[in-house]
């Protein structure tokens, strides 16, 4: 029997992880699985989800889980200003995001090709690029069927 995609992603990071040397806790192993579990989480939503299982694990435990994953370039942050900081694990690099401005949820659109668009940027304005950002605002089709 096949294992779900989720599964496969945290294993395949745990993977990656302990290939680079670094040790593998449970705690940092539920971390890993519930941002692969989750689209687009804040660092509180994972900490809630695993509180019930590891009521001694700290929010401060997720963070750490968190600039680990970013240093190591697994984990995508979105910071979208006010509101908690959303990562992504499934896809870590810059790719477009549609923001729900009322309720905050986080979608990912088809993946375009921004390569032409990045190129175009780039000579136009004589920056060297090396990263960029495309997010999308509106209101999300729960919150447009709500109509509030």
């Not at 599964?7 to 745990?14: C, F, K, T």
């Not at 695993?50 to 240093?71: E, F, G, Q, W």
């Not at 923001?99 to 993946?111: E, S």
């Not at 090709?113 to 999308?136: K, Q, W």
Request: with cysteine.
């Amino acid at each position: 029997m096949s294992r779900n995609p989720s599964s496969r992603v945290a294993e395949a990071l745990a993977e990656t992880l302990r290939g680079r040397g670094f040790r593998l806790t449970p705690q940092r192993l539920a971390v890993i699985r519930a941002f692969a579990a989750g689209r687009h989480p804040t660092a509180e939503e994972v900490h809630t989800s695993l509180a019930r299982d590891y009521p001694s694990m700290s929010l401060a435990t997720v963070y750490k889980t968190i600039a680990l994953l970013k240093a190591q370039g697994l984990i995508l942050e979105i910071d979208f200003g006010a509101r908690d900081n959303r990562y992504d694990i499934l896809r870590p690099y810059p790719h477009p995001h549609a923001v729900c401005t009322r309720c905050g949820a986080v979608a990912d659109p088809g993946d375009p090709d921004l390569t032409a668009l990045v190129e175009r940027v780039a000579r136009d304005t004589g920056y060297a690029i090396s990263s960029h950002r495309l997010d999308f605002f509106g209101l999300c089709p729960k919150c447009r069927g709500a109509g509030k």
